[in-house]
Structure formats: structure tokens, C-alpha cells
């Protein structure tokens, strides 16, 4: 398995600022995937965080609002643009894929950024 | 990836009693996973249950898997109050993929 941290665990924000979220895992992951809850919704993928390339980012979200980076197999940031009070949720990492590859098959989520954009 | 639907929405019961709710989906899966969301906090991995596999148990909890119907269940035994939360269901295709979540069955557990 896999243990996540996040940072910060929450924060609030004023618009037209960003913030840095940063997500830690404890060990060698293949997959990490950054995803949003806004308030009262499920959950909805945001990018995937490839090692050492561009992230790659699903329908709606952009580069330019929400760039990515991930340096190595354990970390991973995400960073939340030019804010506007659309953009108060829960941010979420996920990792995937243990190393070596098959160790394990599960998804774990860290325990969330909660932004709040006034 | 898929999504899954979960159902019901919402479900109500006594501490004490058990808790079952009810995920489908559409295309065939390698895997699906089961997971706990207590109120603005992270998502708690509970279970993942293989697409060769029909049950499986992890304490309290009992996850069926029915891949002709394309339907998996989440049983919780005995439930606390401490089970309060949602929980959600993630069909997965490839291993290591995307998830794609549903609203999710949100559970009241009364002391």
C-alpha cells in the first residue's frame, strides 16, 4: 500500500493569487492523478502527473490554470492559478501502482487540500 | 475509465443494523474498488475486488461481484455510527488507471 500527505491541509485564499499543493507518497508509485471535489460533488479527475513529461489533462482543465509537476516516483505538485471563488474545493492526490510494477493494484487517495477562495 | 452508478443515493439506518448499497456499470472491468468519504476529508481505500473474484470480506465489510450483470454490492455488518460518510465505487479498466466517480451513497448510521 501506500501512505499520502498533502500540504497545505487547507487554506484561504484571495482571488487572483495561487497556491502550490504538494502531495508526498511514502514510497514508489507508477500512476499519480490529481483530482477536484467541489462542494457537494463527487470527485472529477483534474490531470494525470507523468514523471519527467507534461501532465496530461482530461476535458475543461488546462495547463495554464492548473500546471502540474512531478519530479521523481514519490511527489508530486499541483498548482491552482489566478483563483477565483469557482475554484474553493477539496484537491485531491491519488497514487497508483506500487513499484515494481504489480505490487500492488489499488488507488489511494491522500487526505485532500481543502481551498476556500474569497 | 467508467463511471459507476451507485444506488441508493441516500440510506438511513440503526447502529446496529447492517448496510447494503449497490454499484453498476456499463463495460467489462479488470477490478473495482470500493471507498469511504467522511465529511471533506479524504477518500479511505476499502476493498478492491478482482473481476475472477465473487466475494470478498474485509472485517465488517462484504463485497460481491456479479461481472454478468455487471453489478458489485458493498455489505456493511453491524454498523456504527463512526460507518456515517459516503462511499463510492470505481470500476477500473487497466490497471493503474483513471477513475471516474459517481455521486456515491451517502449513509447515515444513527447511535
Known amino acids: 500500500s501506500a501512505v499520502i500527505s498533502q500540504k497545505p491541509s487547507r487554506d484561504i485564499c484571495q482571488r487572483g493569487t495561487s497556491l502550490t499543493i504538494q502531495c508526498q507518497v511514502d514510497?514508489?508509485?507508477?500512476?499519480m492523478f490529481w483530482y477536484r471535489q467541489q462542494p457537494g460533488q463527487s470527485l472529477t479527475l483534474i490531470a494525470t502527473a507523468n514523471q519527467g513529461s507534461e501532465a496530461t489533462y482530461e476535458s475543461g482543465f488546462v495547463i495554464d490554470k492548473f500546471p502540474i509537476s512531478r519530479p521523481n516516483l514519490t511527489f508530486s505538485t499541483l498548482t491552482v492559478s489566478n483563483m477565483s471563488p469557482e475554484d474553493s474545493s477539496i484537491y485531491l492526490c491519488s497514487v497508483g501502482g506500487g513499484v515494481p510494477r504489480g505490487s500492488y493494484n489499488e488507488q489511494f487517495f491522500g487526505p485532500g487540500t481543502r481551498l476556500t477562495v474569497l | 475509465s467508467q463511471q459507476g452508478e451507485e444506488d441508493p443515493q441516500a440510506l438511513s439506518i440503526q447502529e446496529g443494523e447492517n448496510a447494503t448499497m449497490n454499484c453498476s456499470y456499463k463495460t467489462s472491468i479488470n477490478n473495482l474498488q470500493w471507498y469511504r468519504q467522511n465529511s471533506g476529508r479524504g477518500l479511505v481505500h476499502l476493498i478492491l475486488?478482482?473481476?475472477?473474484?465473487r466475494e470478498k470480506h474485509s472485517g465488517r465489510l462484504r463485497v460481491t461481484l456479479d461481472t454478468s450483470k455487471k453489478s458489485s454490492s458493498l455489505l456493511i455488518t453491524a454498523s456504527r455510527a463512526a460507518d456515517t460518510a459516503s462511499y463510492f465505487c470505481?470500476?477500473?479498466?487497466?490497471?493503474?488507471?483513471?477513475?471516474?466517480f459517481g455521486q456515491g451513497t451517502i449513509l447515515t448510521v444513527h447511535p
Open positions: 475486488i478482482r473481476s475472477n473474484e
Open positions: 470505481a470500476p477500473g479498466g487497466t490497471s493503474y488507471g483513471k477513475l471516474t
Open positions: 514510497s514508489q508509485v507508477t500512476m
